[in-house]
């Protein structure tokens, strides 16, 4: 092995350590919420994968099959379970966890368990890998070299179509979530594309790449990860969680968009503008919700404080509104309406008919209990 290559092979080498202590770190930050059963289960993958980049750098560095082998176990020790729990993962995180029943799960880890019993014993069947060679002045990264064997292949299916399920779960929840729960489904989606795409390449491209890329996929993973945890919150709260408190709050709530357009409504916001009980997420400018109310339609586009009352007639009977809008600072002291994805709020808040100097009806018709909440994206 000439130098040059000695050299190659040890930069690599700590830079898979590096790789392993950022999934190690993300596992760690995963760990610590795991009051969520997503984390937990999130906190195992990052955890997995660390096995399989750890694994991969003392294999890079073999001097033996002997020791090669022995690395390869510490990679199966991972590589078998990380899409299945990535999966149970998608699954929580997008609401679906009514199909993971105890056999569900069980039946979910059949074939990674499979795969780490034939791994472990493959000098007795050859299954997994038809043969292993050691060759130190090979092109490839690794001196060790594999021919696959059926069962390498089933595993390879198994977890791209894991992975296929899992990105089509969040696609789905991505097309029909609020934008707040977007941004953290975005980051899942970008999360578990880089590692598939990078075992693409190490699959039907390692005679170019001449080095297995998924562990530092993994690792494109943890920074993501660690990085949706502190600008987004990733998994404080399943954003699952989100979309169900937004659709059960009492009071309406609309969100803009860019271009104030709406983003989304909640029932409750339905129910007190007519346009938003048939409207399907078409294109609708805040202008034409707001038409008959010209003075509201004002205020929405307003970033200084205001206050005004409105009335809007429900059933027959006059209701009252006191409407508010109070502008939101980012953390820099910046106004959101001048940063994107910064929310800025309209509140209306219902009165009653006296302190809108209008007589109150019996019973108290003309007292709405709620408000409207108009979140605009400048």
């Known amino acids: 092995m000439g130098v040059d290559r000695l050299s190659l092979d040890t930069s690599v080498f700590w830079i898979l350590l590096a790789a392993t202590a950022l999934k190690l770190a993300a596992s760690y930050l995963a760990y610590r919420k795991r009051v969520q059963a997503a984390a937990r289960y999130c906190a195992w993958a990052m955890l997995a994968a660390a096995c399989y980049s750890f694994g991969y750098a003392f294999e890079i ?8 082998k022995l690395w390869l176990k510490v990679q199966h020790l991972g590589i078998p379970f990380i899409t299945t729990f990535w999966l149970i993962l998608a699954i929580i995180f997008t609401g679906h966890q009514a199909f993971l029943k105890r056999w569900s799960v069980l039946l979910l880890f059949v074939i990674p368990v499979m795969v780490f019993i034939f791994q472990f014993t493959n000098d007795y069947h050859h299954l997994y890998y038809r043969d292993v060679q050691f060759d130190p002045d090979s092109s490839y990264m690794s001196p060790i070299l594999l021919e696959k064997g059926p069962l390498y292949w089933l595993n390879v299916a198994y977890l791209y179509t894991q992975g296929a399920v899992g990105i089509t779960l969040f696609v789905r929840m991505y097309s029909r979530a609020m934008p707040i729960v977007r941004r953290q489904v975005v980051m899942m989606i970008f999360g ?6 990078f075992n693409i390449a190490y699959i039907f491209a390692y005679d170019v790449v001449k080095i297995d890329l998924t562990p530092f996929g993994f690792a494109t993973t943890g920074i993501v990860f660690i990085y949706g945890v502190y600008r987004f919150h990733l998994l404080r709260l399943v954003p699952v969680a989100y979309q169900q408190v937004f659709e059960t709050i009492q009071d309406g709530v609309i969100v803009l968009d860019y271009d104030h357009n709406l983003s989304h409504v909640n029932e409750s916001a339905r129910c ?4 938003l009980r048939s409207w399907k997420g078409e294109p609708l400018a805040i202008a034409e919700l707001f038409e008959s109310h010209p003075d509201l339609l004002a205020m929405s586009s307003s970033s200084a404080y205001r206050e005004l009352r409105i009335s809007m007639d429900r059933d027959g009977a006059p209701h009252y509104y006191q409407v508010k809008i109070s502008v939101i600072y980012d953390q820099g002291g910046d106004i959101s309406r001048q940063i994107n994805g910064v929310q800025r709020r309209d509140t209306i808040r219902p009165v009653s008919g006296a302190a809108a100097g209008q007589p109150e009806s019996a019973g108290g018709a003309a007292c709405v209990q709620g408000q409207i909440v108009c979140g605009g994206y400048a």
């Open 61 to 68: 560095i073999s001097t033996s099959l002997e020791q090669g």
């Open 272 to 275: 007190l503008f007519t346009k």
């Open 192 to 197: 578990a594309v880089a590692p598939w795409l």
